[in-house]
């Protein structure tokens, strides 16, 4: 079965930075884009960095130049620098992963969701 299994959330005081891992692993051929999403409490869920895999990638505005980014595809993970992070930013953070299985059928798949709380 496929899984995708994020790692880096945590506690972090105003304009610090963390860093957001997400690794797939399980029985597939390749991943296509895959993205990095957040929610805060009583909003809806948000695209916040999408990346081809061509590294091709798209930013929300509210986080241009103070995220980025970027994949491994040696080892299928996708990873969000996080810097300059303010108190808006605390949501959870949830990985999707566009995956092919085969030429002629992909899915979506979500991660577990890990928290980020940015707080003094």
């Known amino acids: 079965q496929v899984q995708l299994v994020e790692s880096g959330g945590g506690l972090v005081q105003p304009g610090g930075s963390l860093r957001l891992s997400c690794a797939a692993s399980?029985?597939?051929?390749?991943?296509?884009?895959m993205a990095w999403y957040r929610q805060a409490p009583g909003k809806e869920r948000e695209l916040v960095a999408a990346?081809?895999?061509?590294?091709?990638?798209n930013y929300a505005d509210y986080v241009k130049g103070r995220f980025s980014i970027s994949r491994d595809n040696a080892k299928n993970t996708v990873f969000l620098q996080m810097n300059s992070l303010k108190p808006e930013d605390t949501a959870v953070y949830y990985c999707?992963?566009?995956?092919?299985?085969?030429?002629?059928?992909?899915?979506?798949?979500w991660g577990q969701g890990t928290q980020v709380t940015v707080s003094s």
């Open positions: 999707n992963a566009d995956l092919k299985y085969n030429p002629w059928y992909s899915n979506s798949l």
């Open positions: 399980g029985t597939f051929h390749s991943i296509n884009a």
């Open positions: 990346i081809t895999r061509g590294d091709i990638t």
